[in-house]
């Protein structure tokens, strides 16, 4: 531990500056200069880490409501620090699994130097002949989320049809191309020509749609699917999951990931075609990935050799500095990002 007289770092953070109502704005976060000094109380089983990059997922703006959430959601308050997946050094340890020099991934802090107080939230980086960002995504939650979500709640067996919304997000572009390599058909939708195009000649998919220029998301599923979809991973929500629940197969699955299209809707859209779920006997599973980390172990057996073999193709969007972070998150909403949106707080 070091000791008292330690010199304070400066310290840069975003901050929550009011709840969001709607679609986050710049205005509802700040980024502000504190300090902090780089040690640890004595006898604290906590880690003293360095940011290196953060992860901008959509599940954030459910923290950023007013705290009408449930208690499990762990809401942000207005002067609070905001939180999420990140990789850090360790630049001191009070836990007996990690030591000063050890690369991690886990929940921390939208700062440049973080006290982690629950370390065994935090997975160790084993594995660095990797970008150290991919554990932002690829390798960390959510790589985690395609893979659970694909292999666990969706049970897909080889052959099947796959339809998955907001395809070249962060997980979309990892389901698809486990499907592919595990033998599905696997059709996208995404938000402009240049994801499409990515979707289809980077990714593998069999076929792609931009959802914008389909005046009928019907006709467009029925276009790809003229003998239906056998899975559907659900990313968005609304007009799309409707449309869907109409192509879906006997028995077919749906994995509810997210629903992005409903997030900043003051009033979420009603879902008209619900009888097909006892018609085709369709189940509907929602998850979250943390339900799953047990599986990490197994996870990186299977993805670290796809990897190294160029199986899969991973693409980021990379914002430089933490000041750009809130606009970096914002982005998400808007469908700006392609790829999955990462923030670099250091490049040490």
Known sequence: MAGENEEAVRNKQVILRDYVSGFPKDTNMEVRESTMKLRLLEGSNGLLVKNLYLSCDPYMKFRMTKPDVPD????????????????????????????????????????????????????????????????????????MTAYAGFFEVCSPKKGETLFISAASGAVGQLVGQF????????????????????????????DAFNYKEELDLDAALK?????????????????????????????????????????????????????NFILKRIRMEGFVVTDYYHLYPKFLETVLPQIKEGKIVYVEDTAEGLENAPTALIGLFSGRNVGKQVVVVSHE
């Open 179 to 206: 499907a592919k390599l595990f033998g599905c058909y696997v059709v996208g939708s995404a938000g402009s020509k240049e994801k499409v195009d990515l979707l289809k000649n980077r990714f593998g998919f069999d």
């Open 72 to 143: 499990y959601v762990q809401a942000f308050r207005p002067g609070s620090l905001i939180t999420g997946y990140g990789v850090a050094r360790v630049l001191e340890s009070g836990h007996p699994n990690f030591k000063k020099g050890d690369l991690l991934w886990g929940l921390t802090g939208w700062e440049e130097y973080t006290l982690i107080t629950a370390p065994e939230t935090c997975f160790k980086i084993e594995h660095t002949n990797v970008p150290l960002s991919y554990y932002t995504g690829l390798l960390g939650m959510t790589g």
């Open 223 to 275: 276009r790809c699917f003229p003998e239906g979809i056998d899975i559907y991973f659900e990313n968005v929500g609304g007009k799309m999951l409707d449309a869907v629940l109409l192509s879906m197969k006997l028995h077919g699955r749906i994995a509810v990931c997210g629903m992005i299209s409903q997030y900043n809707l003051e009033q979420p859209e009603g879902i008209h075609n619900l009888t």
